[in-house]
């Protein structure tokens, strides 16, 4: 039940491949990606949580997100570190959004898409 399940972040350390960490993200994740820094971000309904990998702590939990990326499905990371995140409209409208994210989190644009858009992915 997606709605009524919160997810988890689990870590993996690849040089042993065993689970480093498992953080409990208090929210339903969607997608996840990890910023050249370490840092893995997870997108929710109520916006863009976020974790150091390396710690395993949460910097933006469910109570705190980064809500002006709330409803987002689909993200992918750059290399200097900015995100695009998929934003789905689901109803017949067809609102798709891609937001935009600077690599010091905040909101720096905003681009319509056509309808259906829910997964990104760059080519650098």
């Known amino acids: 039940n997606y709605g009524d399940i919160v997810g988890k972040l689990v870590i993996i350390d690849p040089a042993t491949d065993s689970v480093a960490k498992t953080i409990d993200l208090g929210a339903t994740p969607s997608g996840v990606a990890i910023?050249?820094?370490?840092?893995?971000?997870?997108?929710?309904?109520?916006?863009?949580?976020?974790?150091?990998?390396?710690?395993g702590s949460m910097i933006h939990t469910a109570a705190?997100?980064?809500?002006?990326?709330?409803?987002?499905?689909?993200?992918?990371?750059?290399?200097?570190?900015?995100?695009?995140?998929?934003?789905?409209?689901?109803?017949?409208?067809?609102?798709?959004?891609?937001?935009?994210?600077?690599?010091?989190?905040?909101l720096v644009g905003t681009h319509k898409l056509s309808g259906g858009a829910s997964i990104i992915a760059l080519r650098e």
Do not use: H
């Open 35 to 55: 910023s050249p820094k370490g840092i893995a971000y997870v997108t929710s309904f109520g916006g863009l949580l976020s974790a150091d990998t390396g710690s």
């Open 64 to 106: 705190a997100p980064l809500s002006d990326f709330a409803g987002g499905a689909g993200l992918a990371i750059d290399k200097d570190g900015n995100g695009y995140i998929c934003v789905p409209d689901w109803t017949p409208a067809g609102k798709d959004k891609l937001l935009v994210m600077d690599a010091s989190e905040k």
